[in-house]
């Protein structure tokens, strides 16, 4: 892990080796970076925010009708404040959990692949249709900053979208944190410490701050900047990469005393995709004593899929026992 200071800022209309140069330099330092001009419509994204502060805004009873139990092995749908888990201890948000609509038919959701199915949408008009605009724009963008991505190390512009994303994984998540009550708090965190699981993250925050992102000697504020995206690596990036690229802890702590919410895009390798090294890379000294959760990316063997269930099932124990280990 490097020292660095800012989480720099990448403009998409510059030329596009420019821009791999940038996205490289970025991922080597603190595997964050700003986009902007990055093309996803403004209008659709406060359409978004208003149906997200609408719902969140409802009592519990009301959002619990689309609550995670109900997405079977999906695991879509809505969790309440304390429901999810990071390091074991209760993050101080709610959330729900969406991800690419799949129709009853679809071979996977037949087979009941884990992560694969319908999602449990809000009955608030328009918001089906605003989710799934915003996850296709987001989702369009992901494929070429992959591109971007693959010109980065020196590949094919099509490297990732042959070998890894033709079919990607997509996680969505709308994310609402209250206010902390105990804001000097080291005990409470919106979301602790972690790194995330896949590719590359798409993030749209609010302008609350409080996102962290971990530098060798202190933690890095991101703040907010006015019509971007907040976009970093996750484990198998830093894998694919033998730890060139760092899938770099980050944290959240609401400090504003208003309501906060993000809104991230996980763009990942296909579920039943084999995750390996990359021809160019050479795996660094194993890092596992100075990751967050002491455990080796570059150990890992399998598919992708193989390696977000180990994840997410820490993250929802009550779902992994009642959904991914109930027998049909």
């Known amino acids: 892990m490097q020292d660095f200071t800012s989480i720099p800022i990448v403009d998409l209309a510059q030329d596009k080796q420019k821009v791999a140069a940038l996205v490289r330099r970025a991922c ?32 519990e009873a009301y ?36 991800g690419t609509e799949l129709p009853a038919d679809h071979p996977k959701v037949k087979a009941a692949v884990p992560l694969h199915g ?17 996850m296709d724009a987001v989702t369009n963008l992901g494929h070429r900053l992959m591109e971007i991505m693959g010109l980065s190390l020196g ?14 994984l997509i996680l969505f998540r709308i994310f609402h944190y209250p206010p902390d009550p105990k804001p000097q708090s080291t005990e409470s965190w919106g979301v602790g410490e972690h790194t995330d699981y896949g590719l590359l993250t798409i993030l749209k925050q609010d302008d609350c701050g409080g996102l962290q992102v971990k530098s060798r000697s202190h933690w890095v504020d991101a703040p907010p900047v006015k019509d971007s995206f907040v976009c970093n690596i996750g484990d198998m990036l830093d894998r694919m990469t033998g730890g060139l690229y760092k899938s770099t802890p980050h944290r959240v702590k609401n400090v504003s005393g208003r309501n906060r919410y993000s809104y991230p895009l996980f763009f990942d390798p296909g579920f039943d995709t084999e995750v390996k090294a990359l021809p160019l890379a050479k795996v660094e000294q194993d890092d596992r004593e100075e990751r967050w ?32 280990e109930k027998k049909p």
């Open 118 to 134: 319908a999602n449990l949408f809000p009955d608030l008009p328009g918001f089906k249709d605003s989710i799934l605009s915003y």
């Open 63 to 98: 959002k619990m009708r689309w609550r995670m139990a109900l997405g079977g092995k999906a695991w879509r749908g809505y969790f309440p404040v304390g429901g999810e888990l990071t390091s074991g201890k209760p993050d101080l948000k709610e959330g729900l959990y969406l």
């Open 155 to 168: 590949l094919s512009a099509d490297y990732f979208h042959k070998h890894y994303t033709q079919d990607p």
């Open 28 to 59: 080597c330092e603190s595997g964050f970076f700003y986009i902007v001009n990055h093309g996803v419509d403004a209008a659709l994204q406060e359409r978004l925010e208003k149906l997200s502060h609408a719902f969140f805004q409802k009592d």
């Open 293 to 324: 959760d002491k455990a080796s990316v570059h150990a890992f063997q399998g598919t992708y899929g193989d390696y977000v269930l180990s994840k997410v099932s820490k993250v929802f124990p009550d779902l992994k026992q009642d959904v991914l």
